[in-house]
């Protein structure tokens, strides 16, 4: 986050969004259920979901182009809900840019500043200053048409922080461009945000994306909030089947109980306790890079799950390789490798039987919702 002085002084003017029981229904259908948010003041919160989750409706509502059936939008101490969109003072980056085509780059930027009414020196100024911090300095007399996706993406969101929104609000911004250029704007972003410390709510459906840019992730799915932490801590303790599919790779393995209701697989304890969720199912993940290969000498059970299969695929993708492991003849768990080691992991062969550790601190147990 912002440390020195001058970007500090610019965060303190950044305000929280408060959102309770915001409902919104198209027919039948709930395209927002009921949703609670507490976006923080300065933070770099995404909203991570499938198509169709409800990401840009919660977006709009933020911004006021939507109006829910249900509940309430407070930026700060101040409620929204009927506030029109102009007044809300909110930056806005659309997936489609929607930038002006007969414009300049620099009329563009101006945009949001003549709106507003300011005067002509001023405007030359904060448009300079924003076409800087885009590194766009140097164009802003062209026409849209002579600009490339990177550049058009950086005239919108020079357009939609000029006028120094408090809020910053972003919707798939970056998935119109390639890999390459997304994974550079990505840092980009980041940057930017620690640089002018406005709140910023950034739509995407890219698990990557969200992991690598948030400050917290808010899950979305159905119209339902899933889980809302840290990228840290949706990776390592997701709260449901849904995250832990969504959000990296894993294996979901079906977990029974012992006579004193603690959650096992196969003869193994996977739990020291019975889950507080006593009645429920349950579910172990098996993230692929947490699992290893054990060697001939036994682990200790005490800190070690163990799964004795047989190689079904092995597969060399440079810098890693996978294997997929057929466990009980039901089970297929895939295992991540690096391959900067030529130790027996990277020999393989499909047929070969063999164990797989987990360290008991890598075990991750949900309740199975299904
Ligand atoms: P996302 O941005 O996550 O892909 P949306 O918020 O656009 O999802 O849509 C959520 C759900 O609401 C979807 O099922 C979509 O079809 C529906 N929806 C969105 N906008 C409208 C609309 N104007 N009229 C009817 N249904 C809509
Ligand atoms: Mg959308």
């Known amino acids: 986050m912002a440390n020195d002085s001058n970007q500090s002084a610019q965060a303190s003017t950044a305000l929280p969004i408060h959102i309770q029981g915001l409902t919104k229904r198209y027919g039948q259908m709930y395209a927002l259920d009921s949703v609670d948010l507490e976006i923080r003041s300065g933070e770099f919160l995404t909203l991570l979901g499938p198509s169709g989750s409800g990401k840009t409706t919660l977006l709009m509502a933020i911004a006021g182009f939507n109006r829910p059936d249900a509940g309430s939008i407070r930026f700060g101490d101040t409620e929204m809900i009927l506030t029109p969109p102009?007044?809300?003072?909110?930056g806005m980056v659309f997936q489609s840019y929607a930038l002006f085509p007969h414009m300049?780059?620099?009329e563009?930027?101006?945009?949001?500043l003549k709106l507003r009414k300011i005067g002509a020196a001023e405007c030359a100024e904060r448009v300079a200053e924003a076409l800087a911090t885009v590194q766009l300095s140097e164009f802003g007399e062209r026409g849209i048409d002579q600009l490339s996706g990177g550049q058009r993406q950086r005239v919108a969101l020079a357009r939609a922080f000029v006028f120094g929104p408090r809020i910053l609000l972003m919707d798939e911004p970056l998935s119109a461009l390639d890999k390459k250029l997304r994974e550079h704007m990505q840092i980009e972003l980041k940057h930017l945000h620690e640089k002018l410390g406005v709140t910023t709510v950034y739509v995407t459906h890219d698990q990557r994306e969200a992991l690598t840019m948030s400050d917290r992730?808010?899950?979305?799915?159905?119209g339902r909030l899933a889980q809302v932490d840290t990228p840290h801590a949706i990776y390592n303790h997701p709260a449901n089947a849904f995250v832990a599919d969504f959000i990296g790779e894993s294996t979901m393995l079906p977990l029974s109980r012992d006579s004193v209701g603690r959650l096992t697989f196969g003869d193994q304890a996977v739990t020291a306790e019975a889950p507080a969720d006593a009645a429920a199912d349950h579910l172990l993940v098996v993230r692929p890079e947490r699992l290893f290969v054990l060697g001939a000498e036994a682990a200790d059970p005490e800190k070690t799950i163990r799964f004795d299969g047989t190689v079904r695929e092995f597969v060399f993708q440079g810098e890693t390789a996978f294997a997929l492991v057929v466990v009980d003849d039901r089970y297929e768990l895939s295992v991540r490798f690096s391959t900067d080691s030529a130790s027996s992991q990277n020999e393989l062969q499909p047929g070969d039987r063999v164990s797989l550790g987990l360290h008991r601190e890598d075990l991750i147990t949900i309740p199975d919702s299904a």
């Open 217 to 222: 992730i808010a899950v979305i799915n159905d």
């Open 108 to 112: 563009n930027v101006a945009f949001p």
């Open 86 to 90: 102009h007044k809300r003072d909110v």
């Open 104 to 106: 300049s780059v620099a």
